[in-house]
């Protein structure tokens, strides 16, 4: 059956689109709108009205035809019968209007929106930009400088803004079909084709602002560059060459390697949350959620249950640092309503569902609790037998560790079933990231509960199993261990973060070394035996340590830091320091290139999770992809560690490790079997699903 339907209502042809989940323009849509149209010609009809059913309006071109032959009719095509139509159409938008939805209600003569609906071209986030007359349609009617922050910023924007911006034409304030027949009715709508429109004017200003945004905050990507120089066009070009340069861009970004990887980062992020071997167990039902400790991952966490509607029950044993983490809690609500996320009323009703107590009692009630205290198993394990005590024996146990074991917790409760990791990155209300850490025992109905939490708190989750440091932690060490080896044999601090930040990661080992702390790794590392990681690696950090050089914090650890700033200075003292643990180490420094550099940390990361992919800690390759793209700054535009590795070739990066385990020795640099066996195959790292 068609997704489209007719029918005819006070002179109105009214088509319905109802493609779910998000009337995505697959085919057999743009098929049924062309036949749709052509039903305009009736003289009983004035207008056409195009609305869809079900959650949104339409949410794009459909990205799963992207990379795959094209089939006729395109969205063009749609577009021209849209133009063509000898009837005015008007678009009644609801939920979100995106990319190639956009562009069709672009190619619409009127757009009536429901106040709670956006509008944006968001292609630039798939390494694309718009590529059926988004760029020249919408500097028509808005100007460049809106044109180029739909395209380039690639964030959607709000009915009210779009109606400032004059790319809708009324807020329907009562049910959107009927506003639609009332807007229709307004008088005489003429035909007001947007591409018969007269250029966009130069606005040099604007396009000075976009470049200097694409060039700091989409540093190494194609398509914000492109969408600029598309826009631009339309300022100079008649609306047909204007299409044509639109589409020679877009076509070679969909052709290009970056549009691939963040194509496949779009449904990873989407998969990562779903498990590869569906369970029976139905989710419990959760209202209440206790979260111990008030510190930084505390705060973060309580924030971003009460923002996704629960009750909070934050509990610390410290007043003081109850009291601090209360006030810190209010100030991230109070932000949100000041920057206009939320309103007064759903600020007032997060506040209003927050407890906070130093009693442990307080949490009886709770349907779930994470633990976000100090990062220290002893500790841990007595909050463990405290929350045992305290908890329904059917409330879910969920720890927020980076690294330890969650086995060993559950160990600690008489229901090992109920327990789990939730491990929260910082700051927990800002990033997006959370992996599930499915311990041994725990239950199907606990997983799938936490999948659901995940959901609600529009959270990309991850499931995997106990090992040290889960997915993301794991596979740092490697790339920790080898910047820090390559410091020893001769590069410097600076070279090194500058090799990687070429490479697209938003910070170098070193300076994200001294921002989280030097001390903290020294800690740990006092944790380890030296079997369990490489000493020398280490050795200029924890002379730094002990030089009482903690990073930031005592404003110099790898850099020199002015009071106050985190900008990192280079420091011939830290030159010195390297210079004399090289001769302590016996080292004669040795010229190291930025590819060395690169294939070191990176191929390390990459060995190091197809390792935990064969062991089962994840589910699948993607996952680790949508790990590191979101929880530690891969460039999203590479896809992803195992995205990058399948792009250069899996031989070509199984000769490299055997290569630097012929150098190094074999200690650290054993080829994954894994990777080993699809290279042999031809296999993908991305998308291979452990069995
Ligand atoms: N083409 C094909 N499939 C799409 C799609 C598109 N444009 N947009 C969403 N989907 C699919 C998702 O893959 C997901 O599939 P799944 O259920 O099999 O995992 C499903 O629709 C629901 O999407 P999801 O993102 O989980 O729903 P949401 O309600 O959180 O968000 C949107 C809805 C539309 C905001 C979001 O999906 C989105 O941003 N889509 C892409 C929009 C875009 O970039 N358009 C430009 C392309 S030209």
Redesign the pocket.
Known sequence: MSPVSTEFANSCLVITVDHP??N?LSHSVRLGLIEALSQADHDDINTVILICAGR?FF??????EFGKPPKSPGLSDVIKALEECPKPVVAAIHG?A???GFEVALACDYRIMEASARIGL??V??GLIPGAGGTQRASRIAGLDIAMELAVGGKPISAERALQVGLCDEIAHKDLYESALGFSHHGELQKRVIGKMDPAEIDEAASRKWRTYATKRQKGQKAPLAAIEAIEASCELTIEEGLKRERELFVDLMSGSQSSAMRHLF?AE?LSGKLANPVKAKPLDLKQIGVVGAGTMGVGIAASMLAAGYDVFLFDVNKDALSVGHGRIKAIVDGDLKKGRIAGPVHDDRLKRLQVADAWQGLSTCDLVVEAVFEDIDIKHKVFAELDEVLRPDAILASNTSYLDIDALAAQSKHPERVLGLHFFSPAHIMKLLEIVRGEKTSDAVLVTALGLAKRMKKISVVCGVCHGFIGNRMLTGYAREAGLLLLEGASPSQIDKALTDFGMPMGPFAMSDMAGLDIGYANRKKLSTDQYEEHAFRVHDQLVEMGRKGQKTDAGFYRYEAGSRTPILDAATDDIITAVRTREGVTPRKITDQEIIDRCILALINEGALLLDEGIAQRGSDIDVVYANGYGFPRWRGGPFCYADEQGLETIVARIEHFSEQHGNRWWHVSPLLKSLAETGGSLSKHVQT
Do not use: K, M, W, Y
């Not at 949410?59 to 799963?64: K, L, N, P, Q």
């Open positions: 989940p998000v995505a949104t949410s794009g071109a459909d990205i799963s979100q995106l990319g190639g968001p292609e986030n798939l449904f989407r």
